[in-house]
């Protein structure tokens, strides 16, 4: 008896850890990873060349440069700034010896742990406890230049140090080569998620210079769809998406503008499709991770929709159930069915697409327009991303019903 359920547990056991590693869609975990750094940016073009030119003049021995990127969440700040090291360490290759260090002051936010990090990535074995600031900041300034090498040093999430320990350390830094005879030891670079120009003082502000601040803004859809692709073909196996599946994953993220979110939509679903054993992302695996995930649609909204707009949305639902998108010259049809269904008389065509732009506005579903060919139109798709159409169905019927009671 004992074995027999000891048997049984061990095949349920093996049995629950089946899916783990099948590979079935996922090919490269890495690229999922937190800190994976993708191989070239996408749809950053001119964040790219800004960057570039606050380093113009790099390549000279005594030049030390600055830079503060600010913006959103998931906007590419840290992205930007690690490909832009990655690359021009290899682009100055045998013309200028640059070291990178790239600190998290939310993990390191008091100056003497940031300083503590900087010192052990440039020595592991530097003996520096008991120093104190300034003979640190004598030590790496030393280590740089007995290396022949310029630091890149970026502090990452610098509002946590900022408002821990105030800019000191920042005005140090800065000031690392005042009265030495070669100068161009470090270059600094600053990111933030907030304007951070406004916690430094002017002594700081004046040496960083207002000029060299790079402002990002959240990502558009283009640049979320040219995000996710790129993170899928990286990880996923060929064909194992189809384009309207990234599509909809980036019109999910959307309101956001958060890459992050179309990463983790996309490992998400890819994993859901792997837990059923498929080889095959489907959109019902974006929009069961999607509802997961924080978005600017809360279902109180849907408690404030008139009745018609709850009953265009049903007819939107069914047809979802059924196909990808629907196109806006269809929603008219579906809404008439449901009309018919609910014995309502139809609004005319203006309502609805009253009801239609409310909807999207509040992130129920979403739009998007495709222009086909040249002069000939453009055509409204609608999505919806952020959970399955079903569902979304079950909770607009008892608000349909409460409406129609009253
Ligand atoms: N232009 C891009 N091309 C490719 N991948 C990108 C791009 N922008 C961002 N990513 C990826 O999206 C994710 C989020 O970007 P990142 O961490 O740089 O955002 P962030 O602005 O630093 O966010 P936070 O304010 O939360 O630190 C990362 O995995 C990053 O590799
Ligand atoms: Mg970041």
Known sequence: MFNNDGQLANMNMADYLERIGTGLILSNHDVFNFDFVPPSLVGRNEAQRKIASLFSGIENHSKSCRAVITGPVGSGK????????????????????????????????????????????????????????????????????RQQAHLIL???????????????????????????????????????????????????????????????????????IEIVKQRAELGLKKGSFSHSTLQLIAEAAEPSGDARQVIEILEGAAKCAEEEGRTHLNDSDVQRTASNIPSQFHEPQLESLPLHACLMLIGICRRLKKEESV????????????????????????????????????????????????????????????????????????????????
């Open 154 to 224: 970026t502090l990452d999430e610098v509002d946590h140090l900022l408002r821990r320990s105030g800019d000191d350390l920042l005005y140090k830094l800065l000031r690392i080569d005042e009265d030495q005879s070669e100068t161009g030891t470090l270059s600094l670079i600053l990111i933030s998620q907030e304007q951070i120009l406004d916690f430094l003082e002017t002594a700081v502000i004046s040496r960083i210079g207002g000029s060299h601040h790079l402002k990002l803004h959240g990502y558009t859809y283009d640049g979320l």
């Open 327 to 406: 196109t806006s010259g269809e929603i008219e049809k579906l809404y008439h069915v449901v009309c018919e269904e609910f014995e309502e008389k139809p609004k005319g065509y203006t309502t609805l697409w009253k009801y239609t732009k409310k909807a999207s506005d509040s992130g129920i579903i979403f739009t998007r327009t495709d222009h086909i060919g040249e002069g000939r139109g453009r055509t409204q798709h609608i999505t919806i991303p952020h959970m399955l159409p079903k569902d979304l169905e079950e909770k607009i019927l008892p608000i349909i019903n409460k409406l129609k009671r009253k």
């Open 78 to 145: 840290t992205a930007l700034v690690k490909t832009f090291c990655r690359d021009i360490t290899r682009h100055l290759n045998d013309i200028r010896e640059i070291r990178t260090i790239h600190v998290n002051c939310r993990n390191a936010n008091t100056a003497s742990s940031i300083v503590q990090r900087i010192v052990q990535s440039l020595d592991p074995g530097h003996p520096d406890r008991g120093l104190g600031m300034g003979e640190l900041l004598t030590s790496i300034r030393r280590m740089i230049r």
